[in-house]
Nanobody, 121 residues
Framework: QVQLVESGGGLVQPGGSLRLSCGVS????????MGWYRQAPGKERELVAR???????TYADSVKGRFTISRDKTKNAVYLQMNSLKPEDTAVYYCNAELRRYINAPFSTFWGQGTQVTVSS
């Protein structure tokens, strides 16, 4: 069974930094892309950053220049370095992955359980 395992959330003061990690457990055949979404109370889930296994990245305008997404293809893992955090970054952050479980299977989307990031003084 494929699962996404996240870590790295927590409480940080404005201007501080956090690093989120997400790894894939369970056997897969290949990865198309991985990324991070977030959902604040009363708001819809939104894309924060995404990276394809070819290396192309996409960022939400609100995090450009502050957040950096990276991937480790050997570990099937994705990381989100978050700097200059603001109170409006407070949300539950979800890891997302587009994975192919078997050689002829289509890509399917998987989600992590979510990790809370709170930016507050």
């Amino acid at each position: 069974q494929v699962q996404l395992v996240e870590s790295g959330g927590g409480l940080v003061q404005p201007g501080g930094s956090l690093r989120l990690s997400c790894g894939v457990s369970g056997g897969i055949f290949s990865t198309n892309a991985m990324g991070w979404y977030r959902q604040a109370p009363g708001k819809e889930r939104e894309l924060v950053a995404r990276v394809t296994w070819g290396g192309a990245t996409t960022y939400a305008d609100s995090v450009k220049g502050r957040f950096t997404i990276s991937r480790d293809k050997t570990k099937n893992a994705v990381y989100l370095q978050m700097n200059s955090l603001k109170p409006e970054d407070t949300a539950v952050y979800y890891c997302n992955a587009e994975l192919r479980r078997y050689i002829n299977a289509p890509f399917s989307t998987f989600w992590g359980q979510g990790t809370q990031v709170t930016v507050s003084s």
